[in-house]
C-alpha cells in the first residue's frame, strides 16, 4: 500500500495562493506508487475572516494537528488592517496555529550554499566579497515574548507585556544547540538579547548560559546585543555564520533581516517546529508548519510576478523535517538553484519570469 502523508495546505491572502499553487505543483511531482500526499485546502487570516467571521477556525487549528505537516502562504493586507488586530486579526490566524501546535521554534536558513544565497552574487546590493561564505541559521522562538504577552489597548495607551519563562527559554535554546550540533564541526551559537535594558533579555542570558553550560558545553556560545546584531548583519555578516538565537520579536526583526542579504523576501523559507525528528522526548515526529519569512505582499498580488521561490523551498523544508525525505529535499534546492541560475527569474531578482513560469521551470529541472 502506498504511504500517505496527510498536508494541511493553507494558501491565505495576497500572494498566498499564488505561490503556494506552485509549491503544491512541486509537492505533486513527489508522488509515486509508493508515496501519495493527501491534501486538504483551508482558509485562514483575512479571508477566513471574510467567510467564517473568525481568522482561524477550530477545525482548521485540529487538521493541523491531525495532519503530518503543514504548509502555510501568507496572511493579512489592507482590506483588514483597520478592522481587527492582534490574535483575531488576520495575522492573529497565524500566531494562534502557532501556539496550538507548540511550534516553538522557528528555523530560518540564511546560507551561501543555499539556492536563496547563491543568485545573491548577481542580484545582493551587498558587496560579494561582503556576503560571500555567509551561513547562518535564525533559530528564533516562535510562541512567546511580546507576542502572546497581556495586552492593553486604549485610546492613549498601549502595552505589550514582553514576558519569558524559564522553561521556554530553555527548550528552544536546546533546539538551537542540536542545530548546531548538525553540524560537523558544530556550529556556535550566536544568542540575541537586550540584556543591558530588559528584564526579559537578563533571564534570556542567564538561562541560554546555564543550559549551554551544563548540557551542551561542546558547542561556543556567544551573546550578542540584538541591535549591533542588526549592524554586524548589515557589514560583516560572516561574522553571524552559526546558529543565532532569538526570542520572537528580535528572531522577527533579524530574519527580515536576512532578506537584505539575497535583495529579496521571496527566496527565504522557514520551518516552525516543536523538536527536531530526531528528538527522542517526542512521541510522534515533530509538528512542522513551513512558511515563507515575506508576507502577503498585497501591492504585486494577481500579477502573476511574485516569487514562487522561498514557497517551494518550504516544500524542501517540509521533506526534510516532517517527512523524512532527505534526497527529496535536496532535489528541490538542486532544482531551485538550476533554474535561478538559468536567469529564469520574477521581478524582485531582476528578471522577466512570471510566478507560474518560475514554478514550470523549477518542476522541468526536478
Ligand atoms: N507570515 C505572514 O503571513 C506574514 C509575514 C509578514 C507580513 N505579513 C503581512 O503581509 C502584509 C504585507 O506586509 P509587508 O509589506 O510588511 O511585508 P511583505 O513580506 O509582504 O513584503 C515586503 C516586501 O517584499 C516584497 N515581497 C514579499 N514577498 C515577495 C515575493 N514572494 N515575491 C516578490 N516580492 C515579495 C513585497 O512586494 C514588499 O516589497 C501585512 O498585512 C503583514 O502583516 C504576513
Ligand atoms: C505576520 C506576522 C504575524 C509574522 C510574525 O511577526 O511572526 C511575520 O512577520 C513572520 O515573520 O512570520
Ligand atoms: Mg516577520
Not at 36 to 61: M, N, P, W, Y
Not at 264 to 285: F, I, Y
Request: glycine share 8%; net charge negative.
Amino acid at each position: 500500500m502506498a504511504q500517505t502523508f496527510k498536508i494541511l495546505v493553507l494558501p491565505g491572502d495576497g500572494i498566498g495562493p499564488e505561490v503556494m499553487a506552485e509549491a503544491v505543483k512541486v509537492l505533486k511531482a513527489f508522488e509515486t506508487s509508493g508515496r501519495k500526499f493527501e491534501l486538504r485546502q483551508e482558509l485562514i487570516g483575512g479571508c477566513s475572516i471574510d467567510a467564517t467571521g473568525k481568522t482561524v477556525t477550530d477545525e482548521v487549528k485540529q487538521a493541523a494537528l491531525d495532519s503530518d505537516a503543514v504548509l502555510f502562504a501568507a496572511v493579512g493586507g489592507p482590506k483588514w488592517d483597520n478592522q481587527r488586530r492582534g490574535l483575531d486579526g488576520p495575522e492573529g490566524g497565524l500566531l494562534q496555529l502557532r501556539k496550538a501546535m507548540d511550534i516553538y521554534a522557528n528555523l530560518r536558513p540564511c546560507s551561501s550554499t543555499s539556492p536563496s544565497v547563491s543568485i545573491a552574487k548577481e542580484f545582493s546590493p551587498f558587496r560579494q566579497d561582503v556576503i560571500e561564505g555567509v551561513d547562518f541559521v535564525v533559530v528564533r522562538e516562535n510562541c512567546g515574548g511580546a507576542y502572546f504577552g497581556r495586552k492593553v489597548e486604549e485610546e492613549t495607551y498601549a502595552m505589550d507585556e514582553w514576558g519569558y519563562s524559564e522553561a521556554e527559554i530553555q527548550r528552544v535554546t536546546r533546539l538551537s544547540a542540536e542545530v548546531a550540533l548538525r553540524h560537523d564541526p558544530p556550529w556556535p551559537v550566536i544568542s540575541l538579547d537586550k540584556a543591558n535594558v530588559l528584564a526579559s533579555s537578563r533571564l534570556w542570558r542567564r538561562v541560554v548560559d546555564k543550559t549551554m553550560a551544563t548540557e551542551y558545553p561542546q558547542v561556543k556560545l556567544v551573546h550578542q546585543l540584538a541591535d549591533s546584531a542588526s549592524l554586524i548583519l548589515a557589514t560583516n555578516p560572516r561574522s553571524l555564520n552559526g546558529v543565532i538565537l532569538a526570542d520572537n520579536t528580535f528572531g522577527d526583526m533579524i530574519s527580515d533581516q536576512a532578506g537584505s542579504i539575497c535583495g529579496t523576501l521571496g527566496v527565504l523559507p522557514s520551518a516552525s517546529l516543536n523538536g527536531l525528528p530526531e528528538d527522542k522526548t517526542l512521541k510522534t515526529r515533530p509538528y512542522g508548519l513551513y512558511e515563507p519569512t515575506h508576507g502577503s505582499a498585497p501591492t504585486i498580488a494577481g500579477q502573476n510576478i511574485a516569487n514562487p521561490v522561498a514557497m517551494i523551498l518550504c516544500v524542501a523544508l517540509m521533506f526534510r523535517y516532517s517527512l523524512n525525505m532527505e534526497a527529496e529535499a535536496q532535489r528541490v534546492e538542486d532544482a531551485v538553484r538550476k533554474v535561478l541560475d538559468s536567469g529564469s527569474r520574477t521581478p524582485d531578482l531582476g528578471g522577466k519570469a512570471g510566478t507560474i513560469e518560475v514554478g514550470d521551470a523549477i518542476i522541468s529541472a526536478l
